[in-house]
């Protein structure tokens, strides 16, 4: 099996995502408070904004299982690639393109981890993730040539067909959890591109007890996703066309 590569010169990932879910006593408006004011001394000019989930009532959010899970506020600063999101069972670390490298990303789920733990706020861990959006732009969409997928309905190879597909594949104690879509647009900062997406989402299948437990898995969350982008979903012939370095 060939080596993983170390990064790619033709990046085709336009955001990496870590996410917790957990559920927690009622904590309002007080975990962004506490977020909000631990991160400014880091990111001084940090703003805070409200996102459309947050004017669902409650009592709607908890029953409908599509929104329990749903941010409701939004931090970033101008200029940082960085973007944190909270909501009453859900906080996520958003690195927007271009991608710092696993080193700085963890280092920075690593700071927040241990603001959530210091809070004492989150607890009863239900979902531990690391997940990354590649567009793939190496031909027109729709095209699936990319990747290692063959998908067939009678005499039709889908392979330049308009397609959304959703699989979830057990690997030892990890579910990969993948999203095929082409074609796909992404509105980026500068640019607006298409393509065919890659929705990767690596979790452990048995939450971390204790945050000691959630960081340990960070790296082995991150060496699953890897194996998986490149051994089981890109073709070589993709890889190479994506320059990597090892």
């Known amino acids: 099996m060939n080596p993983v590569p170390t990064r790619l010169r033709q990046e085709p990932l336009i955001e990496a995502i870590w996410q917790i879910q957990f559920e927690s006593p009622a904590i309002g408006d007080i975990l962004p408070g506490v977020l909000f004011s631990e991160l400014k001394t880091r990111y001084p000019n940090l703003s805070l904004s409200r996102l459309p989930a947050a004017d669902i009532p409650a009592p709607v959010a908890q029953i409908d299982p599509n929104l329990r899970f749903i941010a409701k506020v939004m931090m970033e600063e101008s200029g940082s690639p ?139 969350l991150h060496t699953r996703s890897k194996a998986m982008f490149f051994h089981h979903i890109l073709t070589e012939k993709t ?6 370095e090892y």
């Open 82 to 220: 960085f973007r944190w999101q909270v909501g009453d069972r859900v906080v996520t670390l958003n690195c927007q393109k271009p991608y710092v490298g696993w080193r700085s990303f963890k280092e920075e789920i690593v700071k927040l981890m241990e603001i959530l733990q210091k809070s004492s706020l989150v607890s009863n861990i239900q979902r531990h993730s690391l997940r990354y959006l590649d567009l793939l732009t190496l031909a027109p969409p729709p095209d699936l040539t990319a990747l290692k997928l063959k998908v067939k309905l009678g005499e039709h190879e889908i392979t330049q067909y308009n397609c959304q597909i959703r699989l979830e594949i057990p690997e030892e104690a990890f579910i990969h959890v993948i999203q095929v879509v082409t074609p796909a647009n992404a509105t980026l900062p500068d640019e607006t591109l298409t393509g065919t997406l890659v929705d990767l989402e690596t979790l452990s299948e048995i939450p971390p007890t204790d945050w000691e437990t959630a960081k340990a898995q960070l790296e082995i």
């Open 239 to 244: 890889i190479q066309s994506l320059e990597p």
